[in-house]
Each structure stands twice: as structure tokens, then as C-alpha cells.
């Protein structure tokens, strides 16, 4: 392993054998958009089989959000937390058919209809049901993630700055995300072939 110290991403398949070169860009997909720095870094942790081990370490915090039940609780509190003026959510639950079907970790939709002469709108929060298992700290970021687009519709500075009165860390938990689906993918675990984008919105993009 030594002697691939500092290798690139074009000599990974030397790196590590055992690990198909489509699945390990398939994987490392989430972390498009990173700089190159950056994933070398995650490429020798991938080499050194410790990427897995040290997500762990960092984010040892585990959740009991385990059905959609506790999970409209846990979105509830946040938001009467945080943004208690914004629309209430019609609905919020996992959705095991997110990363498959709609290749997102996350959606957040708003369906507007006219009733007589009012304009009423139906906000819902999916979650992928792959947060079910992950740390507390990844479920939280998700959750925050699709909450803040009550407010603030497209990624926008005021979006990640209210993402980051949710939960200060946002930024270093979102691509520790990022590294914790990467590891699933590679361990073979869990998570989806075609899952593609860390959280999609329905009405205007996704967020890959
Ligand atoms: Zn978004």
C-alpha cells in the first residue's frame, strides 16, 4: 500500500484490487465537485480501508428516528425550533423508493392549488429511508437540508446560512455524508446504483 502513497484517481485501480474501478466511480460520484486535494485524501482512507472506520470515529452518535412516526416528530421539533412562521408540512416520512427511483436522498415538494380564491400550497419532506441507519448527525443534515427550502427555495447564500443556524456544522457533515455514502457503496452495504444526487427538489433542481 506504501508504494501507492499520493496515487491519483487514474492509478487507483492499482490501489486496491479488490474493488471493481466502475463500482469505485459509481461511489465516488457524491464527491464530484470537491477539490482534487480533497479526494486524494478520501482515496488513500479508500486504499487504507479506514474511510469507513474513521466516518465512525467522527459521528459515533446514533438515532432512535427509526419510523415515520418519530420521524414527523423529530422534523416537527426542528421546525418549530427554527422556522415556526413557515408553512406547516402536510406530510414527512422515509421513502425506501427515493434513491432507486428518483435518485435522491432528500426531496422537498410544494404543490400549490387554487381552493375558491385561495392559493393553498401542500408542503411534504421525503427522507431516503438510507438515514434510517446512518448517524444522528447525517439524519439532522438532511432533515435541515430539506426544512430550509420552507424558506428558501434554490441554494442560495441565505440558504446555507440557515442551514447553518440549524446545525453549525452543516457544511463538514454534509460531505461527511457525502464520504458515509461513498463507504456504502464501496462496502457494498447499502445504498442505490442509481442514486445519484444528495437531495433533490422537486419543483426546480437537485443537489449533486
Ligand atoms: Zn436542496
Known sequence: MRAYKGAGLSSFKRIDRHL???????????????????????HRLIAARRLHATLAQRHPDRHTVRNDRILLDYVGDLKARYLKSAPPLAKVMYDNRLQAVRQALGTH???SRVQG??????REIRIASVFKDA???MLRMIVV???AHLREPDHSKEFYALCR????DYHQ????TRLWLTALEIEGDAGSKEGSAIATDARTHEDR
Open 20 to 42: 471493481s474501478y466502475d463500482r469505485l466511480m459509481n461511489a465516488l460520484r457524491y464527491l464530484s465537485g470537491y477539490p482534487p486535494d480533497i479526494l486524494e485524501q478520501v
Open 109 to 111: 415538494t410544494a404543490v
Open 117 to 122: 380564491n385561495q392559493l393553498k400550497a401542500k
Open 135 to 137: 448517524p444522528a448527525s
Open 145 to 147: 437540508h430539506e426544512l
Open 165 to 168: 443556524h440549524m446545525q453549525p
Open 173 to 176: 457533515v454534509e460531505f461527511d
